[in-house]
């Protein structure tokens, strides 16, 4: 590994030699672009120099810089960036070296036209130091939610437990830069938050000023505001089979001294979903001793409501106050209906049983936040301070009928108690000191407390009491705390076309973990280091080369500890493990990007390395009343991972119509020194997404795309074959101001999830799956044009524009 990363050191050092030789018969012409409003630079924009009908040109560095070596003459000059006006300077004189100074540009009034953009450029953008992907210009994601994005963004996935991975490795999701906290991880506020509201997601590069949790990356969801002076928003209002039905608004209404935002949503939503279980049992001979069967349906239904109200109070130029509210919440109707039946070897009937389960939920959820940033005179010299607190309450009630068929007829009454409190505190302090124009320092703070409670208790009725009697060992009090502080540096630099930065962050941790009434109590202390480090090149032609290395940490989740079960199916039980340690992770990725006049191009080698990962096992726990087998699923820590493999991200766009995308990776997944070897597993994964969108006449559109895994296995478990398509229909009405859009999720019935195991003496084949979903949605995007005084200014003619720029150098 030393080698490698020699090599790559020498490459780049050879690179940066060649990009600094420029003919000396050239001038450079150089600037800054940034947004009329906020102040902050614009990256990426174009910057386009026409003579004698030939074009050159480059675009803005992520501090909105820019440098351009051209011959000395007379040029129209363009500058301009997505959902901005033009700026142009025509008949421009070079001829020495020439700094244009900063350029403010200035929001389009006419931002209703953004939607057909989708035809015209790539979702995609690759930077230095992050992948973008457009959201709100993906057809596939209206009438959807913030689940619905992530699942759409390349190389994503979230399963079924809402479990966020990246690359394969586990990611961490913030939002609008702040971290996603709740009872399920967040799930929760994902699901709630409309797709409208969202404007891209950043797959961001592991660095020292970011969480250490999360080896594969930082999801980053963006959503929409500061968009342009005036009320600006969109409606959205969605209809669903099974229940997908919803109505949500997003507003931004924008000034010269406020920006306020909101967004409101309710949705109701119902997933149905078929499990399947086959097993039979084996003796100390390996002979079968027992056959059982499961039929479940579940039914589960969520109401929703979401309200975010947000400012951006701009004291003057240089301080800034950012505040915001949400509220949430969630009443979930989960039903089961599960039929089981056990057999001997032969196929016989011997017991028959059918179990329904009410489970009920209700889930409410508030969270304030504060910034605070003041900038100092110096250009990019600024002080954040952000507060963050969420408190959610959750009061679940579950009742559970077991009437058993034969051989004997008998009910079994049973009542779950659940009462759930979690509270979480952030503190954040971030120091940028900018030491020259283009090298920075980054110092900061950030303390992380979370609290949480859980009462549990589940009883059953005694007929002969005529009373529900709580069942012993099924109820307790559990209290966890976890405290994290951490200090972070890093060093930004960049020479010509190389950028670098340094860093490391420091976390002490500290666990807590008491049981009331059994009087366990865990306590856990660890002071972590977390280097990390990246490497970016930028050739003349727009390609980018980039290393990056990252050591982080992945911490278990408050449903991975808390020992506390749901016995919705009581012969499958799953359960927490209090005693769980985090592990951690070493992730090296060295990423190529290219692009060409019709086709894009972005491929990664990455490799991650983890000791004592989260291993999910079956354990026999024993027998219930009836001498029937208990089996119960628990995470532990055993075993190492490995991942290393690489990955292609294709975008081909033959015609202006037609865009041809796919993702590829395959990789090698190693999972060694598990217990007694038997998870252990060496082999390839192929994970691959393709997708087609067709435009015809500029506003009506077809998308379809199909995902495909491989099977994962190891020495008693496989995760077979996952594959399923989708599709997408939408079309502009009212003058483009609204979209119609249809979806189908799982067009051919093919996303089964199925899992052959061989644990706890027993082979056990379970199959999975949802039911296809079909909706129709309804967006109406808005914008009422008021310009103000600082927008007036863009109707100024190419010679004044000339003119103020001039008097800046």
């Given amino acids: 590994m030393k080698k490698i990363i020699l090599f790559v050191g020498f490459l780049f050092h050879i690179l940066l030699i060649y990009g600094q030789q420029i003919p000396s018969n050239k001038v450079t012409v150089s600037g800054k672009i940034i947004d009329s409003i906020s102040k902050q630079p614009i990256e990426f924009a174009t910057i386009s120099f026409e003579k004698e009908n030939k074009l050159l040109g480059t675009t803005s560095d992520k501090d909105g810089h820019f440098s351009f070596n051209i011959l000395p003459g007379k040029y129209k000059i363009k500058i301009e960036f997505l959902s901005y006006e033009p700026i142009v300077i025509s008949n421009k004189e070079v001829r020495f070296d020439t700094n244009l100074g900063i350029i403010h540009l200035f929001f389009s009034s006419n931002n209703l036209e953004e939607i057909t953009v989708i035809s015209q450029r790539d979702l995609i953008e690759f930077k230095v130091d992050k992948k973008i992907y457009y959201a709100s210009k993906d057809i596939a994601n209206f009438g959807g939610n913030a689940i619905t994005v992530l699942n759409n963004t390349p190389a994503v996935r979230v399963d079924d437990e809402g479990n966020v991975s990246l690359r394969g490795s586990g990611a961490t999701v913030l939002i609008d830069g702040k971290p996603l906290l709740g009872l399920d991880s967040g799930m929760d506020i994902l699901g709630t938050i409309p797709s409208n509201s969202i404007d891209k997601v950043e797959i961001i590069s592991r660095s020292a000023k970011y969480s250490a949790e999360g080896g594969g990356g930082i999801l980053n969801i963006v959503t929409k505001k500061r968009k342009s002076n005036g009320l600006s928003g969109s409606l959205d209002a969605h209809l669903g089979s099974p229940d997908d039905n919803g109505i949500s608004s997003f507003l931004n209404e924008n000034t010269d001294k406020i920006n306020i935002f909101s967004t409101i949503s309710f949705n109701n939503e119902k997933k149905i979903k078929k499990t399947k279980i086959d097993q039979i049992g084996f003796d100390m001979t390996n002979a079968p001793l027992s056959v059982f069967e499961q039929f479940r349906k579940d039914e589960n239904q969520r109401n929703s409501f979401l309200f975010n109200l947000g400012s951006d109070f701009y004291l003057n130029d240089k301080n800034t106050i950012t505040s915001s509210v949400l509220i949430n919440t969630n009443n979930k109707n989960d039903i089961s209906n599960i039929d089981l039946n056990d057999k001997d070897p032969d196929g016989n009937l011997l017991q028959s049983a059918i179990r329904s389960t009410g489970d009920f939920d209700d889930v409410s959820k508030i969270e304030t936040f504060f910034n605070y940033t003041t900038k100092f005179n110096e250009d990019g010299h600024q002080l954040s301070f952000d507060f963050k607190y969420d408190n959610t309450i959750s009061e679940n009630k579950a009742k559970i009928i077991e009437r058993k068929v034969m051989p004997v007829e008998d009910t079994i009454r049973q009542n779950v108690d659940k009462n759930q409190t979690l509270d979480n505190f952030l503190f954040q302090l971030d120091y940028v000191i900018p030491t020259n124009e283009t090298n920075k320092i980054e110092l900061g703070y950030k303390s992380d407390l979370r609290f949480y409670e859980n009462n549990y208790k589940l009883s059953q009725f005694d007929e002969t009491l005529a009373d529900f009697i709580t069942i012993g060992g099924f109820n307790d009090i559990i209290n966890y705390d976890e405290k994290i502080h951490a200090l972070y540096g890093q060093y930004a630099a960049s020479k010509g076309n190389l950028s670098y930065s340094l860093g490391v962050r420091t976390e002490f941790s500290h666990i807590g973990i008491n049981e009331k009434l059994t009087g366990n109590n865990i306590s856990k202390n660890y002071t972590d280091f977390f280097p990390s480090l990246s490497l970016g090149y930028e050739f003349k032609d727009g390609k980018y080369l980039s290393l990056h290395y990252s050591r982080s940490i992945e911490r278990p989740s408050i449903a991975q500890l808390n020992p506390f079960i749901s016995i919705n199916d009581e012969r499958f039980q799953s359960l927490g493990n209090p005693n769980l340690n985090p592990y951690y992770q070493h992730y090296f990725e060295l990423l190529f990007d290219m692009s060409f006049d019709k086709l894009s191009l972005a491929s990664a080698i990455f490799l991650n390395n983890s000791k004592d990962h989260f291993l ?194």
């Fill in 616 to 809: 999910t096992v079956i354990e026999n726990i024993g027998q219930n009343s009836d001498g029937l087998d208990i089996f119960r699923r628990i995470p532990i820590n055993s075993g190492d991972k490995n991942i290393m493999g690489f990955d292609v991200d294709i975008t081909y766009r033959p015609v202006k119509s037609i865009r041809l995308g796919a993702y590829i990776t395959p990789y090698k997944l190693d999972i060694i020194n598990t217990i007694d070897k038997n998870y252990d597993y060496h082999s390839w994964v192929l994970y691959a997404e393709a997708s087609a969108l067709f435009t015809v006449n500029d506003d009506l559109r077809f998308q379809v795309s199909h995902k495909y895994q491989s099977p994962i296995k190891n020495g008693l478990t496989e995760l077979r074959t996952i594959h399923f398509t989708n599709a997408t229909l939408s079309k502009d009405i009212f003058k483009k101001n609204a979209t119609l859009t249809f979806k189908i999720i799982d067009i051919f019935n093919s996303k089964w999830f199925t899992t052959q195991s061989y644990e706890a003496s027993a082979s056990t084949l379970r199959k999975v799956r949802y039911n296809q979903q079909y909706s129709l949605s309804f967006t109406y995007r808005f914008n009422q044009k008021r310009k103000s005084a600082k927008d007036r200014s863009v109707d100024i003619n190419s010679d004044e524009l000339e003119d103020k720029q001039d008097k800046k150098m």
